[in-house]
């Protein structure tokens, strides 16, 4: 059974600072991986989606790799401004490709100005 | 890109009662939607799928006589929890799933927050 963990769970981090959210799966046979941004009472946002064939992907200040291999994935945020404070959660696609996504716990951001 | 509504954004019901909320593709067909739920400081978990002229499948765990799912036509899909307790108290997503050229993209809703008194 495919299970989704996000390391921290909760990070609070001054403005500017470059920082690293981490999601790892249990089974690498996923069809894709997708981190998503949900601000307090609110639904998801969609903030990059990486193939399983793909290795990383990039919009605006938003970086994030996969590896499939080790079941492992990182969001990369350069340059935080407190309008990146939100809940960062990723989620994994079965390679059944099925479309129901397995999401992971999130990971509460705070930037401080 | 594509989107996807819900009604109501937020309801508060009395104990007993029904709530219906409504899934909305507003520019696509989608032949698929799920209903996911979301618990306080808890990650979404999948309820049902739900396919257009068929029944909606239950994931392991999910009370479908509690959870009707109605999924009438291509841009909409409905979902009624019955005779709600506060334990029902929970934010609802739905998502909906746009066939395109490049392959399939799943859109999510923004939610309902619903309160059960």
């Known amino acids: 059974k495919q299970e989704v963990t996000q390391i921290p769970a909760a990070l609070s981090v001054p403005e500017g600072e470059n920082l690293v959210l981490n999601c790892s799966f249990t089974?690498?046979?996923?069809?894709?991986l997708q981190w998503f941004r949900q601000d307090p009472g609110k639904g998801l946002t969609s903030l990059l989606l990486?193939?399983?064939?793909?290795r990383e992907q990039t919009s605006g200040r938003l970086n994030a790799s996969l590896d499939k291999s080790s079941g492992r994935s990182t969001l990369y945020i350069a340059a935080s401004q407190p309008g990146d404070s939100a809940t960062y959660l990723c989620?994994?696609?079965?390679?059944?490709?099925?479309?129901?996504?397995?999401f992971g716990t999130g990971t509460r951001l705070k930037v401080l100005a | 890109g594509a989107v996807v509504s819900q009604h109501p954004s937020r309801v508060i019901c009395k104990s007993g009662t029904s709530v219906k909320i409504e899934c909305r593709s507003l520019?696509?067909?989608?032949?698929?939607m799920f209903w996911y739920r979301q618990f306080p400081k808890q990650s979404l978990m999948l309820m049902a799928t739900?396919?257009?002229?068929?029944?909606?499948?239950?994931e392991q765990g999910v009370e479908k006589d509690k959870f009707l799912i109605n999924h009438a036509s291509l841009t909409l899909s409905t979902l009624t929890v019955t005779s709600a307790h506060p334990e029902d108290s929970s934010f609802y997503i739905c998502?909906?799933?746009?066939?395109?050229?490049?392959?399939?993209?799943?859109?999510f809703g923004p939610g309902t927050r619903l309160t059960v008194l």
């Open positions: 998502s909906a799933v746009a066939p395109s050229g490049a392959g399939d993209t799943q859109y």
């Open positions: 089974d690498s046979a996923i069809y894709n």
């Open positions: 990486i193939q399983s064939s793909q």
């Open positions: 989620a994994v696609e079965p390679l059944s490709g099925t479309y129901k996504y397995i």
């Open positions: 520019d696509f067909q989608a032949t698929t």
């Open positions: 739900s396919n257009e002229g068929s029944k909606a499948t239950y």
